[in-house]
T-cell receptor, first 114, second 115 residues
């Protein structure tokens, strides 16, 4: 079985300040972990993915995430928020034996204010 | 290079009717996935097709069905529509063999409204 828990349903930051979106996972297998972003009325865009290589994963648009097995966490960070980062962010887990089923978290809505 | 394309963008149907949604994967991709994003229920896995075969199915009733064509495009059919079927239906694609080790790319979705 696998699951992800996104610890915050809503995060608000000021433009230019750091972003932290938190995700904990549970997986019976060695997991693959992803962060996707969804802008209003749009599909999902892959930000980054972890597949058991380097634990610090760099993605697009300045985002990165660190896989911490001891804490079963995969938090998403960005040093400086931009207005265009306002969107819904999904933490996603999968792994061998899951027959290609992605399990999504419930999402974190990021608000960026001036 | 074109991404995953879905049609129609919006569809309004009456309860009890059938809806058909279409998806064209990225060129070279042979795996296609369908997800439902309904208000309050989040993103839920519907179906996975790989090389023309249904490989996995989510926890949805049989009135949700689909198929994958020889050109790897896919169709999702929803029969006997119910009001709660109103949702954004997202299609995704990847290289062959499923998601493990592959990157999944999503389309922009088809909005289905059942009235």
């Amino acid at each position: 079985a696998q699951s992800v828990t996104q610890l915050d349903s809503h995060v608000s930051v000021s433009e230019g300040t750091p972003v932290l979106l938190r995700c904990n996972y549970s997986s019976s297998y060695s997991p693959s972990l992803f962060w996707y972003v969804q802008h209003p009325n749009k599909g999902l865009q892959l930000l980054l993915k972890y597949t058991s290589a380097a634990t610090l994963v760099k993605g697009i648009n300045g985002f990165e995430a660190e896989f911490k097995k001891s804490e079963t966490s995969f938090h998403l960070t960005k040093p400086s928020a931009h207005m265009s980062d306002a969107a819904e962010y999904f933490c996603v887990v999968s792994g061998a034996g899951t027959a290609s089923k992605l399990t999504f978290g419930t999402g974190t809505r990021l608000q960026v204010t001036l | 290079e074109a991404g995953v394309t879905q049609s129609p963008t919006h569809l309004i149907k009456t309860r009890g009717q059938q809806a058909t949604l279409r998806c064209s994967p990225i060129s070279g991709h042979t795996s296609v996935y369908w997800y439902q994003q309904a208000l309050g229920l989040g993103l839920q896995f519907l179906l996975w097709y790989d090389e023309g075969e249904e490989r996995n199915r989510g926890n949805f009733p049989p009135r949700f069905s689909g198929r994958q064509f020889p050109n790897y495009s896919s169709e999702l059919n929803v029969n006997a529509l119910e009001l709660e079927d109103s949702a954004l239906y997202l299609c995704a694609s990847s290289l062959a063999g499923g998601i493990f080790g592959n990157t999944i790319y999503f389309g922009e979705g088809s909005w289905l409204t059942v009235v």
